[in-house]
């Protein structure tokens, strides 16, 4: 469950909003998930960053963790775990064992930036308090946290940690891949490096990297299916190709990011009635809304 693609699915809410009265829609999550599983991704990451776990109250992590274990069936699910203190993590790796996850996503979240000792001593907390696969997330950008490479290294030692989700490689394939290789020798050889940042999906599978870690495949996983598989046959014109048709995309996760853009996606082609955002994160409107549909339009029909 961690190679080939991860795809992480947005969370829907019932009513307007969740700041307007609106609760998680199971059903509809569930739906969601289903629907990524009928298309073939190799696993299921719930209660990511798209997910919007950050904002959610801990009894509507544990029902979308279960939902989304029952939806995938035989598809493992990678549960999002992160919180602000060790205690939160802990009581959420319970709620994800209890629901049948078949491994966890820890990201060392710090209100006041965690110093390497700190973030040390967290990953060293939990794989000792559970059996589950851990997947290091690494992603400076939402946990005000840089991995130094010493600090991977002793990290990625730990009993249980079996990935990290890794920030964007460079375009260039030839600077990916000395940055990749460098982050293999960093981290043991059981441990496997997936790729986040989807603009930069293709090039970091085509570059060495085991699983990409997608926000895109949870709305569109047939499209980004077919990037990995490309990838993965060693076919760089046909995945780096499949890619640049997401050129529009790209450019609005880089304008609004993934969260407000991928929100506006679902709600645009019908995958949601309402979106998700939680308050002071508002939905995408005017010219930037407008911006999504003639993204949408250029990319044509997808999934």
Request: proline share 6%; with cysteine; glycine share 12%.
């Amino acid at each position: 469950m961690f190679s080939g693609l991860s795809a992480f699915p947005l969370t829907p809410f019932t009513g307007a909003g969740p700041d307007s009265g609106g609760v998680p829609d199971l059903g509809a999550y569930a739906r969601l998930v289903a629907r990524l599983v009928a298309a073939g991704v190799d696993s299921i990451g719930a209660l990511g960053s798209t997910g919007g776990f950050a904002y959610l109250q801990r009894g509507d992590r544990r029902a979308l963790a279960r939902t989304a274990v029952r939806a995938a069936g035989s598809t493992p699910v990678i549960v999002g775990v992160g919180a602000l203190t060790t205690r939160e993590i802990l009581g959420h790796v319970a709620d994800a064992e209890d629901a049948g996850a078949a491994g966890i996503l820890v990201p060392p979240l710090g209100y006041q930036p965690l110093r390497p000792a700190e973030v040390v001593t967290l990953f060293k907390t939990v794989t000792s308090e559970t059996d589950l696969p851990v997947v290091v997330y690494d992603n400076p950008a939402t946990t005000g946290y840089t991995f130094s490479r010493e600090v991977l290294t002793e990290v990625a030692a730990l009993p249980r940690v079996v990935s990290v989700k890794i920030p964007p490689v460079a375009a260039d394939l030839g600077r990916a891949l000395g940055h990749v290789t460098d982050l293999r020798d960093a981290v043991s050889r059981y441990v496997s490096l997936g790729i986040s940042g989807d603009r930069a999906g293709a090039c970091g599978l085509l570059v060495g990297c085991d699983t990409w870690y997608s926000v895109l495949a949870g709305v569109f996983p047939r499209t980004c299916l077919a990037i990995t598989r490309a990838a993965q046959d060693g076919d760089e014109e046909l995945a780096t190709g499949l890619s640049a048709e997401l050129d529009p995309v790209w450019d609005l996760f880089d304008r609004f990011g993934s969260y407000r853009t991928v929100s506006a996606i679902a709600a645009e082609t019908g995958l949601v009635r309402h979106e998700g955002l939680h308050h002071p994160v508002l939905p995408l409107s005017g010219d930037e809304r407008e911006a999504v549909r003639s993204a949408l339009q250029t990319i044509g029909p997808r999934d």
